[in-house]
T-cell receptor
Framework: GPKVLQIPSHQIIDMGQMVTLNCDPV?????FYWYKQILGQQMEFLVN????????KSKLFKDQFSVERPDGSYFTLKIQPTALEDSAVYFC?????????????FGEGSKLTVL | GEQVEQRPPHLSVPEGDSAVIICTYT??????FYWYKQEPGAGLQLLMS?????DRKEEQGLTVLLNKKDKQLSLNLTAAHPGDSAVYFC??????????FGKGTSLTVIP
């Protein structure tokens, strides 16, 4: 079935450094999401993105976070600077329509470890 | 905003028994309901989606029940087998862009 690819699968960085997590969504999908999961627990919504714009973001989406998808390339999540509490697995998801028109397809996650 | 509670957080059942996971939600505008399965080190795999005009849906050994009056959604795995061991998440949406997830249920099926 359709696949969402995430790069890297694992990244270890020092606190204060910048990190960019990359997501290659399903090719014809229009809506893109980032979720944060700590210790295999709850999937916490961070942000969704459509038509080049952030549509909705949660309080977890701090000022240090940003997303973009320049010209149909990777959908990226950038954290600058990183903090210890940013250590988590970040999942990218995409859907063809919004929540009511199709399922979310998830990538396998990017595990971020901030030291 | 929407609050989704999922229980139990952990569940162990012998092979062949059924396993039931329940989610409750708060937003009466919620119209779309999903169950996802997450195996170790992997992303979420959609098991079943249900629109609010459906009270019961069965597919391949899975039964989803929706009680809109009580704002409750359940997933029943009949005759669970070890391959069903994973973390299960419910997710709901009012039809806007956001999906709200439960905290997950770690299911262990004992051979």
């Amino acid at each position: 079935g359709p696949k969402v690819l995430q790069i890297p699968s694992h990244q270890i960085i020092d606190m204060g450094q910048m990190v960019t997590l990359n997501c290659d969504p399903v090719s014809n999908h229009l809506y893109f999401y980032w979720y944060k999961q700590i210790l295999g627990q709850q999937m916490e919504f961070l942000v969704n993105f459509y038509n080049g714009k952030v549509m909705e973001k949660s309080k977890l989406f701090k000022d240090q976070f940003s997303v973009e998808r320049p010209d149909g390339s990777y959908f990226t999540l950038k954290i600058q600077p990183t903090a210890l509490e940013d250590s988590a697995v970040y999942f990218c998801a995409s859907s063809l329509g919004g929540a009511g028109t199709g399922q979310l397809y998830f990538g396998e996650g990017s595990k971020l470890t901030v030291l | 905003g929407e609050q989704v509670e999922q229980r139990p957080p952990h569940l162990s059942v012998p092979e062949g028994d059924s396993a039931v996971i329940i989610c409750t939600y708060t937003d009466s505008a919620t119209a779309y309901f999903y169950w996802y399965k997450q195996e170790p080190g992997a992303g979420l795999q959609l098991l079943m989606s249900v629109f609010s005009n459906v009270d019961r849906k069965e597919e391949q050994g899975l039964t989803v029940l929706l009680n809109k009056k009580d704002k409750q959604l359940s997933l029943n795995l009949t005759a669970a087998h070890p391959g069903d061991s994973a973390v299960y998440f419910c997710a709901v949406s009012a039809g806007y862009q956001n999906f709200y997830f439960g905290k997950g249920t770690s299911l262990t099926v004992i051979p």
